[in-house]
């Protein structure tokens, strides 16, 4: 997992979650080679050459995810000298992960599809899946600024117009590319390119091991770069290492009901940014808060997209039968599952719904999907009872076309029925996600410290930062978290560095 190559597709998948594209790497060199149609580039990316590190720059992000990435464009085109520091021998972390898309609403997507939505819906529904513990304050500006950042990507040439829904939204306000394939890959692909686009240094394997300061304002980092530890100065450093739910160690010292469990995050999700902010007196919040996905193949830990269920999918018990909402919250889904006496079940689809959803195809070519040319074939390939994955099948047929899911409530994601021969299921259990808790922050991504006040020169922004999602994040939401506010973190480090 430590050395990359332009042919070692596999190993890069396991690394990073990637989809549909390989990134070949030298010392500095990264490649794509994706289909253009969805949206990622075949242009080789250079990471700049350790040789060219400044003494100084105006503000240090570390960390290259989608949160990172945001934050340096945003800083940059406010007018800033940004440099992005990332430990991990190729950009994306979790991001190249994120499968469902980012949520947004009074998008002109929505707006072009028919689809009423507004911010108070958003921020409403988001509050109810939180448990209604969620920072309300970081939530109005997030669901405010939702669309905004869905026109900026667009702007960037990263344009999110496939709508779908996830568990607990109750209109399609989920953001895919065009041609309905996860967001992750294609979102890191363009925030990659434009990155280099605008020069911005761009330092792979570049490990931050502290945040310097000097009379109570950042003052710059200790990086382990190029074989040797250095300091860089800067006036602002912006925190984007993304959350701790790769470091197990961490995740069961807050929850400790969380041992033993798959862990859908790449191994650099450790909370190395957490640790060095609290070490300058940084506060956190909602550490115990640890999000476990659902639907997650217990012997890869790859997570199955929610967009299977969100596009009509279901899910069985060993029993062949339904057990609850597909489209609850994730926590609730969980729950259910583990209550099951064999404590997984199987998200079962058809051929129409894998047209829809074309990250099926990663599943596929991983091994992970069962098929059955009719229904009958495939509960005896997943060892349930035919007679009643059939009468299972029929109930969810007949409910579709009612509109109606009198067993469980179900109101979204009922569009199409499953029909349509050859028929599938993924076996999955529930693995840890997302960790909610983090930095604590303000609307202005400024880090705070145990009494509320600002650290001068400390921005922090995605699953790095805690408090917006409260006890649960809604699908969707992380990727629209990273945007917003590090946009947000970006421009408002700019703001204090002038």
Do not use: C
Request: aromatic share 6%; proline share 2%.
């Amino acid at each position: 997992m430590k050395k990359f190559s332009k042919i070692l597709m596999s190993l890069l998948m396991v690394l990073a979650g990637m989809l549909n594209s390989v990134y070949g790497l030298s010392t500095v060199a990264a490649q794509s080679d994706t289909d253009v149609e969805s949206g990622a580039s075949e242009n080789a990316y250079e990471y700049t050459d350790p040789a060219e590190l400044a003494d100084a720059y105006d503000i240090i992000v570390i960390g290259a995810g989608g949160g990172g990435m945001a934050a340096a464009i945003s800083a940059k085109d406010s007018g800033a000298n940004v440099v992005v520091f990332e430990k991990m021998p190729i950009a994306g972390g979790n991001t190249l992960k994120a499968s469902a898309g980012m949520n947004a609403s009074e998008t002109k997507f929505q707006e072009a599809e028919g689809i009423e939505d507004s911010n108070d819906l958003f921020f409403d529904e988001t509050l109810v899946g939180g448990k209604e513990t969620n920072d309300q304050e970081l939530l109005r500006y997030f669901v405010d600024n939702s669309a905004s950042a869905i026109d900026w990507l667009d702007s960037m040439g990263i344009t999110l117009s496939n709508l779908t829904t996830t568990g607990g939204m109750s209109v399609e306000r989920t953001h895919r590319p065009a041609d309905g394939s996860a967001v992750g890959e294609y979102l890191v692909d363009g925030l990659i390119r434009n990155v280099l686009e605008r020069d911005i240094p761009f330092f792979v394997n570049s490990n931050v091991v502290e945040i310097l300061q000097t009379e109570g304002a950042v003052s710059g980092v200790k990086v382990e770069i190029n074989g040797e530890t250095v300091e860089v100065q800067a006036d602002a450093v912006i925190v984007a290492t993304g959350g701790f739910g790769g470091n197990l160690e961490m995740v069961t010292e807050y929850n400790s009901d969380l041992d033993g469990f798959v862990t859908t995050n790449h191994e650099g999700a450790t909370g190395d940014g957490l640790l060095m902010a609290q070490a300058l007196g940084a506060a956190l919040v909602d550490m115990e808060q640890i999000q476990i996905h659902p639907t997650v193949e217990q012997e890869t830990s790859y997570l199955v997209t929610e967009a299977v269920r969100g596009e009509g999918g279901i899910l069985v018990s060993q029993s062949g039968e339904r057990f609850h909402n597909e489209l609850d919250t994730r926590d609730n889904v969980s729950a259910a599952i583990i209550a099951l006496p064999e404590q997984y079940a199987y998200v079962v689809f058809d051929e129409a719904l894998k047209g829809r959803v074309t990250a099926i195809n990663q599943y596929e070519s991983m091994g992970l999907v069962v098929k059955g040319d009719t229904i009958e074939e495939l509960a005896e390939q997943i060892e349930v009872p035919v007679e009643t994955l059939q009468a299972t099948l029929d109930a969810w047929n007949e409910s579709v076309t009612a509109g109606s899911d009198e067993a469980f409530g179900r109101t979204t994601g009922m569009s199409i029925g499953l029909e349509e021969a050859p028929y599938y299921a993924i076996k999955i259990a529930p693995g840890i996600h997302h960790t909610m808790g983090g930095l604590k922050i303000n609307t202005n991504a400024e880090v705070l410290n145990e009494d509320g006040e600002v650290i001068p020169g400390l921005y922090a922004a995605g699953e790095a930062s805690g408090g917006l999602h409260g006890q649960n994040r809604i699908g969707g939401n992380a990727v629209a978290d990273i945007i917003i506010y590090g946009r947000q973190a970006g421009s408002k480090a700019a703001e204090f560095i002038k």
